[in-house]
């Protein structure tokens, strides 16, 4: 079906159904995001570095059969009714569509030498994946209501956190000993202690059922020294030497979208070596090779951007905000997915772009308690249109409890 561009095709159709009924004012918060402006950002660079890509056509197809879609995909979210309902409603349908897909591959037996994988993500993609839906699972599960619905979403994570296993990423089990740390951190004193004794039961169970292969895989983490990715040419260490050449050359344009295997290519014939075009497999060196400096720092400034918001929603107080609950797991997925992008060429990732989308979306549920509508941290407070004038007795109170009342929590 490859041929039908399903992503692009669903998602004009929920752009049809969802842009025109929004109106100039949701329109204008959408625009004002700044979680949307820095993806748009980044996208509208990746599209100007198109004519200087080393591969254009596949520069061209990454632009429009990967960015657009996620660009309609992320507005479609921030245009949704500022709701927690609606909030929970996107998390859970990360979660579920994250379950299909990972159970639906173990099922077919779909695999890449032993390991869990399919036709369009590779296991270190799908261990990705599972990491940031693992995270979204756990939160849903600590908000629930109901100990049905803790205990359903407890055992979606426990299925996660398989998939994982499953892909026999290495990266993907560093990204997730991230994740859960940070979830663990973040969490109040009382259900601190509580979810490190369950994870103090949880680790030498799973370890205990886990493949003997992914366990030597995760072994040989200590063993670094002598494996591949330090002492081979197609190792990581010795791809990101090279990428270095490659960013010394085209600091500004970079090699374009997809260009990073050809660069390797283009470099292996220049010194006279034929062998395999390696990806970067690191999602910093990705951004910065492929859209030069100025695309490595929009990249950062996405994670940035959200780590920073996502923080801020693990810390908010009961009762004073849109949301019911203090909600960790977004920065537990953000940092999951920025520890596993060191090892991963995901610098145009959708999953992760996704949960972007979602924490944009989650600081608008956090600040309708403020009368904003909308995510406006640092605005500095206007003087009010009426009350004493400057000077006069009691205007710095009345100014100061003005702006108390409209500065965003």
């Not at 918060?29 to 890509?53: D, E, G, I, T």
């Not at 009382?190 to 493949?211: H, S």
């Not at 996704?354 to 407070?381: L, Y």
Request: a positive charge; aromatic letters at 10%.
């Amino acid at each position: 079906m490859a041929f039908l561009h399903p992503a692009i095709l669903f998602s004009s159709v929920a752009a049809i159904a969802v842009f025109p009924q929004a109106g100039p004012a949701r329109l204008q918060l959408m625009w004002q995001n700044k979680h949307f402006r820095s993806l748009l950002h980044y996208f509208l660079w990746a599209a100007a570095m198109v004519p200087f890509a080393l591969w254009r056509g596949g520069a061209f197809d990454t632009v429009t059969g990967i960015f657009l879609p996620t660009f309609v995909l992320f507005g479609c979210v921030l245009l949704a009714d500022r709701t927690e309902a609606n909030l929970r409603a996107m998390q859970r349908a990360f979660v579920v569509s994250a379950l299909i897909h990972l159970v639906g591959l173990k099922a077919m037996g779909d695999g890449f030498m032993g390991r869990l994988g399919g036709t369009s993500l590779d296991p270190n993609d799908l261990a990705a994946l599972a990491n940031i839906a693992a995270m979204l699972a756990f939160g849903l599960a600590l908000t629930s209501k109901t100990t049905l619905q803790k205990v359903g979403w407890l055992v979606a994570t426990g299925v996660l956190v398989a998939g994982v296993m499953w892909t026999g990423s290495r990266g993907g089990a560093l990204a997730f000993g991230v994740g859960v740390t940070t979830l663990i951190l973040l969490q109040p004193g009382k259900r601190r202690g509580t979810i490190i004794l369950a994870t103090a039961v949880a680790i030498p169970l799973v370890w205990a059922i886990a493949p003997q292969s992914y366990r030597d895989r995760i072994t040989g983490i200590g063993s670094l020294e002598s494996d591949y990715n330090n002492t081979d040419f197609w190792g990581r260490k010795a791809i990101w030497r090279r990428a270095r050449i490659y960013i010394s050359r085209n600091p500004i344009s970079g090699v374009g979208v997809r260009g990073f295997e050809t660069a390797d290519g283009m470099y292996m014939k220049e010194i006279g070596m034929t062998g395999k075009w390696s990806a970067p497999h690191n999602a910093y060196v990705q951004s910065t090779t492929e859209l030069g400096v100025p695309g490595g720092a929009l990249f950062l400034l996405i994670l940035l951007t959200a780590g920073r918001t996502a923080l801020r929603l693990a810390r908010v107080k009961r009762g004073t905000t849109g949301l019911t609950d203090q909600r960790p797991e977004f920065i537990a997925a953000m940092t999951s997915f920025a520890g596993g992008a060191y090892f991963l060429s995901h610098a145009y990732f959708v999953p992760a772009f996704a949960v972007v989308a979602m924490i944009g979306f989650a600081d608008g549920v956090a600040n309708r308690s403020t009368g904003t509508e909308g995510p406006t941290p640092g605005r500095m407070p206007q003087r009010p249109a009426s009350g004493p004038a400057w000077g006069t007795p009691g205007w710095r109170s009345r100014r100061y409890a003005a702006a108390f009342e409209r500065r965003p929590t």
